[in-house]
């Protein structure tokens, strides 16, 4: 039977699957997999969908599911996506009713499923959207734009806001991501712009497809010259080729020229940068500034009264602003949840832990304990990795290998340590992205800079955000660091780095002595190689105590651990592909 939901069509045969994995036929009917039943459950801030112009700062109930109807190389919610089958038993089934009590318990303005695509949950999202707006919530959803236009016109009456995004702006960039063509997107977008219906647009932006970003703003500044604009810088996870990765100066570039069509052009994944704020369509000033809060997420630093400009002038926005801003606890909020459950699963990788059945009993325990939790806590501190190991090799059956990693990584840790026991102390500051994005005094990597023999800054901040906050030029210029380090997440390069901060006056010791750093991809947190990161940071700091063959030390580490050499070509930000 035909499935009439995406734009795909699957042809189901009976008890069969479709693309997404979760439809199925039965007596001649297209039906959910798992109805009603969720991934997640908990209230978030609107701009974690993100939704940057609707009801900004209130709190939403986020749901999602599993699965998706795209397989887009370098996906950030992979583990969600293409990890159904083993993530299937972590469901938590809940019915309308109870999702609705939920998120008026929680005070929470609406419901925003985001994360996964809605399609692949398709009839009990509408189910639960038509409840909701029975009881006064809002509602929306994040999409890939893939529905069909009859999926869409039955969601419609029922939606308030949606996010949108695209994976650029031709068929071969969709057949990319596994799908024939762009021309739904468009045609959706068209759609629901001309709804009465709050749209933002997200588009990734792919080094070398600039052009295609550029179309994709012209044919929204088509519809109206006011819908957001969101560029979401890629960032490859996965089998997805780093040459693909623009720069944080590439990508702000590209934005500054979108503003000629559009008023509202907004960049994600560039910690440090400016182009979160939202500024005055007639004067250009600045009305809400915003910094990074994790990856595709943002949060409002500073606002005008009513977001009204001095000149007078009140930008776009749908609603009103709430009174305080609503954050997150640990993992609990977007893409941040994914990254923990990548970060569980490179664990599991490492020890080689890859029967489906004990994994998905694991990932149903974990869930159902709440051990995310914990995780959270703990995977800020090196001395309790070997802690979370054991807490996934035992269920799992992999006992064996997961002493052999935790004896490895605590027995590097501590001989890193004795070495550096009594030596003179450099000044170190961790930046993620521009210089002026300072990692959280208790993040990880602060640890690592301390087990290596380094005072971190860091640990000077008082202010807190996820992962870090927006410094001042003067507060880094107080610190004044011997040596910095650039985190190995969401980057940029040494040179660009470098660049900001002779142009911007910064001239502490490490710019004036070149004494920056940065890390193979997520070697200093997350997967259990960032023991490498541990040895790198050691040979930095003290290279008259260190000199770890970095390129031998990671081919002893893969060969041990993943059963393959170490190949520097194919590193990449993927938590657990290797």
């Not at 008026?104 to 398709?122: H, L, M, W, Y």
């Not at 997420?297 to 305080?324: K, M, N, Y």
């Not at 550096?420 to 208790?442: C, H, I, S, W």
């Not at 004494?515 to 190689?529: A, E, K, Q, V």
Request: hydrophobic residues 40%; proline residues 6%.
């Amino acid at each position: 039977m035909k499935c009439s939901i995406c734009d795909i069509h699957c042809q189901i045969p009976e008890g069969g699957s479709g693309r997404c994995r979760m439809m199925t036929c039965r007596d001649n009917r297209i039906m959910e997999h798992y109805p009603h039943s969720y991934s997640t459950l908990f209230p978030i801030s609107i701009e974690t969908m993100p939704a940057l112009h609707f009801y900004p700062r209130h709190k939403f109930l986020q749901v999602s599911t599993i699965g998706c109807n795209f397989t887009c190389p370098g996906c950030i919610s992979e583990i969600l996506t293409m990890e159904s089958d083993t993530l299937a038993g972590a469901l938590r089934r809940m019915p309308p009713e109870k999702v609705i009590d939920l998120a008026q318990k929680e005070q929470c303005k609406g419901i925003a499923f985001c994360i996964n695509d809605p399609t692949v949950s398709f009839f009990s999202f509408l189910d639960l959207a038509q409840k909701a707006r029975e009881k006064g919530l809002l509602v929306g959803f994040s999409t890939n734009g893939y529905m069909s236009d009859t999926a869409l016109a039955a969601l419609i009456p029922y939606t308030d806001f949606v996010n949108i995004g695209f994976k650029g702006a031709t068929d071969p960039a969709y057949r990319f991501c596994g799908v024939p063509s762009c021309a739904p997107v468009f045609r959706n977008l068209e759609t629901l712009a001309a709804s009465d219906i709050h749209v933002e647009v997200a588009v990734v932006h792919l080094k070398g497809h600039e052009n295609e970003v550029r179309q994709i703003a012209e044919f929204t500044a088509s519809l109206s010259q006011n819908i957001p604009f969101q560029v979401m810088r890629f960032v490859p996870f996965g089998e997805a080729d780093i040459a693909l990765e623009p720069t944080i100066r590439e990508s702000r570039a590209l934005c500054r020229d979108l503003e000629t069509h559009l008023s509202y052009v907004y960049l994600f994944n560039a910690p440090g940068s400016d182009q979160l704020d939202t500024r005055c369509p007639d004067c250009g000033r600045t009305v809400i500034t915003r910094e990074f809060f994790g990856p595709m997420d943002a949060r409002i630093v500073d606002v005008r009264p009513d977001a009204i400009c001095e000149c007078g002038t009140r930008p776009d926005i749908t609603g009103t602003l709430a009174s305080q801003r609503f954050d997150e606890q640990g993992f609990f909020g977007g893409y941040r949840t994914t990254r923990a459950l990548e970060m569980l699963h490179a664990i599991l990788v490492c020890i080689g832990a890859d029967d489906p059945s004990s994994v998905s009993r694991l990932w149903q325990d974990l869930m159902d304990t709440q051990y995310l939790k914990a995780f959270h806590d703990l995977v800020q501190l090196p001395d309790a990795y070997g802690e979370i190991i054991d807490r996934l090799a035992v269920p799992t059956g992999c006992t064996k290998a997961g002493t052999l990693l935790r004896q490895f990584i605590e027995k590097t840790l501590a001989d890193i340590r004795s070495r550096t026991r009594d030596v003179t102390r450099p000044k170190v500051y961790y930046a993620m992205g521009y210089p002026l994005f300072a990692l959280n005094a208790e993040r990880f990597e602060t640890h690592l800079v301390e087990a290596a023999g380094g005072i971190c800054v860091n640990r000077q901040l008082t202010r807190k955000g996820k992962p870090g906050v927006t410094i001042t030029r003067e507060e880094l210029m107080a610190f004044n660091p011997d040596i910095i380090f650039i985190s190995g997440f969401l980057s940029c390069p040494v040179s660009d780095f470098h660049e900001y901060c002779i142009s911007h006056d910064i001239r502490v010791n490490a710019v004036i002595q070149h004494r920056i750093y940065d890390h193979f991809p997520l070697w200093d947190f997350g997967s259990p190689r960032w023991i490498l990161g541990l040895m790198h940071i050691a040979n930095i700091l003290h290279p008259d105590i260190f000199c770890f063959d970095m390129e031998k030390e990671a081919d002893r580490f893969y060969r041990t651990f993943y059963k393959h050499p170490f190949n520097a070509q194919k590193a990449n930000r993927s938590f657990y592909r290797v």
